[in-house]
């Protein structure tokens, strides 16, 4: 299943500390999406087994502030999220020096005498 930019963005940030926790504004502010975009893309993460998300445990009355749901990779997801982020940045390095993409040309036939 191919993963849009925004969602390999999302993940990236993940890996920078893959035992960490990141909640929701935090992860806007790291990827520079907005939150009707961030919010689906997690939602996707989390159906899939990508990551886990869970409530923290405050009352919000005594933080005065809404609680966060933070998120983090599952156990099983971060060495399939480093194989996705490297064969998407494989994909899009330019092909080496000489190499060229496409049809090939077809080769100048020569005749003796330098004739064609």
């Known amino acids: 299943m191919p ?5 390999l963005r999302v993940l990236r940030v993940f890996l920078d500390d893959p035992s960490t926790q990141v ?6 502010d790291r990827t520079g999406l907005k939150a009707g975009a961030l919010y689906p893309i ?8 990508w990551i886990r998300g869970e409530w923290e445990a405050v009352d919000e009355t005594v933080m005065g502030r809404r609680r966060r749901r933070y998120y983090r ?3 099983s997801s971060e060495s399939r999220a480093r194989q996705l982020l490297s064969d998407t940045a494989d994909l899009l390095r330019p092909p080496p020096r000489g190499l060229r993409l496409g049809r090939p040309e ?3 036939m020569h005749l003796a ?3 064609c």
Not at 3 to 7: D, E, G, K, M
Not at 42 to 49: K, Y
């Open 42 to 49: 997690l939602n996707r993460l989390e159906s899939d087994g």
């Open 3 to 7: 993963y849009s930019l925004s969602t």
């Open 113 to 115: 005498g330098g004739e």
């Open 106 to 108: 077809p080769a100048a």
């Open 23 to 28: 909640y929701g504004l935090e992860l806007i």
């Open 73 to 75: 990779l599952t156990n």
